[in-house]
């Protein structure tokens, strides 16, 4: 039996980083995933050559994000910093 985000109040959290001249194509991709996710810039990877992006999706959109995730590495580097399960209580 599958659990929700309102059975639960979990989420789904991931940190990942990315070259700073591909992280426009993940804004993108998530943008045109809409509803799947919410993330945020981490501010200080800011000034380096690459972009921190913490993202969160209900519990019961994790593997569909995690599939995308699978798919995004397919197409440039993307490093999995954090991966974990979060209360939103």
Known sequence: MSHTFQQT??????????????AYFVYFTFEANEGLCFYSTVDESLRGQYRDIDVKCAIEWRETLLSLIERLKTEMRLDVLNSEIISDR
């Open 9 to 22: 109040k979990q989420l789904y959290y991931t940190r990942l980083r990315v070259p700073k001249d591909d």
